[in-house]
């Protein structure tokens, strides 16, 4: 935040009303509030949740927006949010297709409203095809894409890496990029547009590398059994004497050298470092000299030496590991530790805008901050329209 209270960022001035919606939407609107948006959350009246059973200001992707609490079953509550509509820059829904049409904030409805706005819509399989109304999470929408079937050990199942390749990686990120192109041609051309945003093309899109290396033959079908995906003993995790773990991640020809010299193994002994054949026995060398220290013995070797080399850290570690520390990239928050913004700006700095709010928590402001009257304010809470949950 600036001096004066107003956020600072990039995305300064910008307006962005974020209708319900767990998971990606959030963190799409995190992102942009970080870096300056105003965003204000439409929550459900008597939702009696906001998608996890944490306190509210453990859900940091809720950060630094405002809430407003309303039922959207009341006619007068929609009406309500056409009139922000006529105000907003960006919409972001996270329904499945045909539920905000059915509620009178379809994407005609209000472009019509407002024909620059921006229609952002998150899904898991896209607003057409055949799974368009199905059911999904991240791991479904990441099984269709390939990806998840090339993550893992090889000849084990495939790993599941948390919600950040369908949620965040293939849905959030590609939202917030999909409406950022959006605002940049709507500036252009005083037209807005929808940004059809699915988790599974998003994850799809995020494979691009892996298919080329496909369709030239180089990667095989198979996890597990290539440079990247912990096939090649110079790219895994190790195991050490105190049953914590390393990353070796020594791709290029040098930084492989420098390893094997520090782990005390003899550089001619492996030199074609891209003989699958030889990678058996490799693995099985590394992995017996790294079991003969601690994780931290061996991060002291290395240093300095130019190797890619670092510890794995633990969800408690990695705030306090000094590199962390010197790009703050944790912060805390109403006793809360979390990542910090990012990307950073040299002119115009992001910073995390609040804490999250609680469902409803600035219902009558907010609104009154996008055009509505203290009677206007009164009618619709007598209406049930808004409030604050009891």
């Known amino acids: 935040m600036t001096q004066a209270g ?18 990606p939407v959030p963190f799409c609107t ?10 204000v959350r439409i929550d459900r009246l008597h939702a009696g949740e906001s998608g996890l059973p944490v306190a509210r200001r453990f859900e940091v992707m809720f950060r630094g927006k405002r809430s407003i609490a309303m039922d959207l079953k009341k006619p007068s509550a929609v009406e309500a949010v056409q009139r922000m509509v006529s105000r907003a820059d960006v919409l972001v829904e996270g329904f499945r297709p045909g539920v905000m049409e059915r509620l009178g904030l379809g994407p005609e409805r209000c472009l019509a409203i407002n024909p620059r706005l921006v229609y952002g819509r998150m899904s ?9 109304t199905a059911p999904g999470h991240d791991l479904n929408y990441i099984a269709l894409s390939g990806a998840l079937h090339a993550m893992g050990r090889q000849g084990e199942p495939p790993a599941i890496p948390l919600n950040l390749v369908g949620d965040f990686g293939g849905g959030s990120m ?14 252009a051309s005083g037209k807005g547009q929808v940004v059809d945003a699915a988790m599974v093309d998003g994850a799809t899109s995020l494979m691009a590398m ?14 597990g059994t290539n440079r990247l995906d912990s096939g090649a003993p110079w790219y895994s995790v190790y195991e050490t004497l105190d049953g914590k773990w390393v990353a070796v991640g020594a ?22 470092q891209h003989d699958r054949n030889g990678w058996p026995q490799l693995r099985k060398a590394i992995a017996d000299v790294l079991r003969t220290r601690t994780r931290d013995a061996w991060v002291a ?19 306090a590991h000094p590199h962390q520390q010197s790009r703050r990239n944790f912060i805390e928050l109403e006793g809360v530790l979390q990542p910090a913004p ?21 219902t009558q402001a907010a609104l009154f901050d996008w055009g509505f009257s203290p009677d206007e304010l009164e009618l619709l809470r007598s209406d049930g329209a808004i409030g604050v949950p009891g």
């Not at 070797?301 to 705030?319: D, I, K, N, R």
């Open 6 to 23: 107003k956020p600072s960022g990039p995305l300064s001035g910008l307006r962005v009303l974020e209708v319900g919606g767990v998971g």
């Open 30 to 39: 995190m992102m942009l509030s970080d870096m300056g948006a105003e965003v």
């Open 124 to 132: 898991g399989w896209g607003q057409d095809g055949p799974l368009a």
């Open 174 to 187: 590609y939202l917030a990029f999909g409406v950022l192109c959006a605002l940049h041609a709507a500036r």
């Open 210 to 223: 892996v298919y080329g290396l496909f369709s030239e033959g180089y990667w095989k079908d198979e996890r």
């Open 251 to 272: 791709t290029e020809h040098t930084f492989y050298q420098n390893t094997l010299r520090v782990l005390g193994l003899h550089p001619e002994d492996f030199a074609d």
């Open 301 to 319: 070797a290395f240093e300095g030496t130019q190797t890619c080399f670092t510890p794995v850290l633990s969800l408690a570690e990695a705030p």
């Open 342 to 362: 990012a990307p950073r700006f040299s002119r115009t700095p992001g910073a995390v805008q609040g804490p999250p709010p609680d469902v409803g928590e600035h």
